[in-house]
């Protein structure tokens, strides 16, 4: 559907204004084509690298953005040669950069200085990118004859042995595939039945001493059977050790009746002595129990007398 969210005026004539912006005498740009009869084109140019400004002197780095006037100036055999022309953002003044395809870059021309990051390859024993005399610079014969004999006889030594060697390991894992994966597939069902047989027996072991279930067992084999065995035997050979020693502390340590024999007779009365208070204590606690449990089992009906302080033996009324 043509003309939508257009209005088309009464004297428009599609054939004699071809476009509503010829008819309003404006161009498709807008204000970017306010110069194109001087074949100057508004765009927005990006910094290139980091330049100063030749009017303020002040930095302006890579990336900026500035609405350039562009225009072709020239031409490299084809390609067309681009002049951007900025005025900075700082000031009044105003910097031209164009393009060089020659040497695919861009360069200064005016109002502005460009910051030298660029990589110099005469300064590193190299030649320039772009410099056609390199090409001209005549190699020695000798050093060039002995690269190409190096070269050829790496080639046949080396490289025409490998790529031999390839073609046939090559040639033998493709000349039947079927038979292959097949072998390849019974391998892999094989491993997996192990494998479900060992997590088996893994998780019966880990459900018996309530181990946690990310807990992971040693593979049981005979590397860790040799291991747990001379794990095992050092233990052991610890424990026997400890309890030599120990044995041998408790030779040095005297018996107790040595100790009571060697003590002074003095000291032997005061346990006698000591031994004897004890026992009186036992007994006199034993016959006052005793006293009391007959006491509390005859449940006697009290007296009908109350003695009195002031006469003895007085009958109660």
């Known amino acids: 559907m043509q003309g939508f969210n257009k209005y088309y005026p009464p004297d428009y004539d599609g054939e004699k204004h071809k476009s509503l912006n010829s008819y309003r005498g404006k161009h498709a740009l807008g204000d970017r084509a306010r110069k194109l009869d001087q074949g100057i084109l508004i765009t927005r140019f990006e910094m ?3 330049i100063w400004c030749g009017t303020c002197n002040n930095h302006i780095g890579m990336g900026v953005r500035y609405n350039a006037e562009k225009k072709k100036v020239g ?21 031209e950069i164009q393009t060089d395809p020659k040497n695919t870059r861009y360069v200064v ?13 005469e300064e590193n024993g190299g030649f320039p990118v772009h410099d056609s005399s390199a090409s001209a610079i005549v190699a020695d014969p000798l050093a060039t004859l002995e690269k190409t ?24 894992y493709n000349s039947d595939p079927y038979s292959l994966s ?13 494998e479900i047989r060992k997590k088996a027996a893994d998780d019966q072991i880990k459900g018996r001493y309530a181990l946690p279930e990310t807990f992971k067992l040693l593979e049981d084999d005979d590397e860790a059977r040799e291991q747990a065995k001379e794990e095992w035997t050092k233990r052991r050979l610890e424990l026997e050790t400890e309890m030599q020693r120990n044995t041998k502390k408790q030779k040095l340590i005297p018996p ?24 009186l ?3 006199i606690l034993e016959n006052t129990s005793r006293k009391a449990s007959s006491f509390t089992g005859n449940k006697r009906k009290p007296p009908d007398w ?3 302080s002031r006469s003895k033996n007085v009958k109660g009324s």
């Open 48 to 50: 290139p690298f980091n």
């Open 75 to 95: 031409s490299y055999y084809s390609t067309p040669i681009f002049s951007f022309r900025c005025k900075c953002h700082l000031c009044d003044g105003w910097f």
């Open 109 to 121: 021309v005016s109002g502005a200085r460009q910051k030298d990051e660029d990589w110099n390859p």
């Open 149 to 172: 004999t190096d070269a050829q006889n790496y080639v046949a030594k080396v490289q025409i042995p490998r790529l031999e060697t390839l073609q046939t390991a090559s040639d033998h």
């Open 182 to 194: 097949t072998k390849a597939r019974k391998r892999f069902r094989e491993e997996k039945k192990i």
């Open 256 to 279: 107790i009746s040595s100790i009571t024999n060697s003590t002074s007779p003095r000291t032997s009365s005061a346990f006698t002595s000591n031994d004897k208070l004890r026992s």
């Open 281 to 283: 204590k036992a007994r």
């Open 306 to 308: 109350i003695p009195d």
